[in-house]
């Protein structure tokens, strides 16, 4: 998040990897991120690295600052 999206380290509250349990691929694609930010403490951003790039996957809640549109 840091070095990809160009966060500072402050700005990241929590990081919490998970596997995704709708895949059956134990690999490290089927990890999700999870991210939270610290003007966002509530709020959860869902990530995946595929091929060395960083994909945001979602979020939760009504979350509005740390929304990637690029997808």
Do not use: C, W
């Not at 709708?22 to 990530?47: L, Q, R």
């Amino acid at each position: 998040m840091i070095k990809e999206k160009g966060y500072q380290k402050d700005d990241i509250l929590k990081v919490e990897s998970k596997i995704d349990p709708k895949g059956s691929d134990k690999t490290a694609s089927n990890y999700v991120v999870e991210v939270m930010f610290s003007d966002e403490p509530t709020i959860f951003y869902m990530y995946r690295v595929e091929d060395g790039k960083v994909y945001q996957l979602g979020h939760s809640g009504s979350a509005t600052k740390h929304v990637d549109l690029a997808k």
